[in-house]
């Protein structure tokens, strides 16, 4: 498109920071030490999690790049930068989730596909930019529309990214409609992240940003926003992206017979340690982050250091100095929540970590029960191993 376009190869990369752990090269994934994650309560932009599918999309000519919005509606429109930053400007703390986060870990019960995310294909950031219900009313759709007169209801974003799974296409994914034109579900066309201009990798120029949904909903490199009677064709929509039970296989899948996933399940994981640790003190701090989708609250965040038999709460906070209470107004209903508790461990220990919202949803105990196919929504207690004494390295 004019202004914005998609390389056909990867020799215009852009830089990142050394200690990312790549875990696909071509297209280019990557994610922070775990540690990295809770050393700030916004994620620096150098330590958010890279997700892409294809080469990284080059801007050549900002005053030409705009969006069109377009299909079931009234008055379609092309947009610029200039019309979109003439918008009210909004910013949005929002925690960005991959759903295939800790799927290394579930890939240990029984193999799964996909890309070996650890823990870390997860951050929280100051999003800025306009409201997607501001954006439609331009186009004749009113707050809180379910259909509009055309028959549609559903909002398709069409990303310039062009990748291997769309057969060369782009990609592309959707949301409800009453979500997008709702100004309380936050759905912004972002042009900032921590206030700055979005950078390549996170979607310069503009990206959308669905707060409380997986990541995969969340479209960089935006070319149109389309306004259609059924949800989202596009293979990260119909053939990717699905929870199936542990009985499914490639063999017997039926796409068809589940719906794409959008809000997150609740998660928590340690941050503080590493699967496997050797400490020198028997006093130690355990922490780490507690997010859950949909905008719900941590109600709580429960410890244990004998494997799951015995529980202590953990302290929970946003900001620092700052309390926190689930779904209070002074907290980021979209972002995540830090949690720590001291605890004196015996000599060998197998300290466990699980979240519980808003909604009483919690943690399921074992990953062998929510085990599936693409290795999606491992939200199993997080568990890492601690003994007491001297490293042998």
Known sequence: MPGLTAPSNYSQEPPRHPSLRINAKEPFNAEP???????????????????????????????????????????????????????????????????GNRRTAMSKTKTVKGVGWDV????????????????????????????????????????????????????????????????????????EMNGEALNRDHGYPLRVVVPGVIGARSVKWLESINIIAEECQGFF???DYKMFPPSVNWENIDWSSRRPQMDFPVQCVICSLEDVNVVKEQKITISGYAVSGGGRGIERVDISIDGGKTWV?????????????????????????????????????????????????????????????????????????????????
Not at 38 to 55: L, Q
Not at 121 to 134: P, R, T
Not at 364 to 375: D, F, T, Y
Request: proline share 6%; glycine share 6%.
């Open 33 to 99: 030490p775990r540690s990295a994650l809770i050393s700030s309560y916004v994620t620096p932009v150098d330590f958010f999690y890279k997700r892409n599918h294809g080469p990284i999309p080059i801007v050549d000519d900002i005053s030409r790049y705009s969006v069109f919005v377009r299909g079931l509606v009234e008055c379609p429109k092309e947009l610029f930068m200039a019309d979109i930053r003439k918008l009210p400007k909004y910013e949005v703390t929002a925690t960005l989730q991959c759903a």
């Open 120 to 191: 870390s294909a997860i951050g929280n950031a100051v999003w800025g930019g306009a409201k997607l219900s501001d954006v439609l009313e331009l186009v004749g759709v009113p707050n809180l529309t379910t259909t509009t007169s055309s028959g549609g209801k559903h909002v398709e974003f069409v990303s310039v990214d062009k990748c291997k799974e769309e057969n060369g296409g782009p990609y592309k994914a959707s949301i409800p409609l009453i979500q997008a034109s709702n100004p309380e579900a936050d759905v912004l066309l972002a042009y």
């Open 237 to 239: 929509m119909q053939k």
């Open 313 to 393: 709460e953990a302290s929970r906070y946003q900001k620092p100095g700052l309390p926190y209470i689930a779904d209070d107004i002074s907290c980021d209903k979209w972002a995540w929540v830090f949690f720590e508790a001291r605890a004196e461990i015996p000599k060998n220990a197998e300290i466990v970590a699980k979240a519980v919202d808003t909604s009483a949803n919690v943690q399921p105990e074992s990953v062998e029960v929510i085990w599936n196919l693409r290795g999606i929504n491992n939200t199993s207690w997080h568990r890492v191993q601690v003994r007491v004494g001297h490293s042998s390295l």
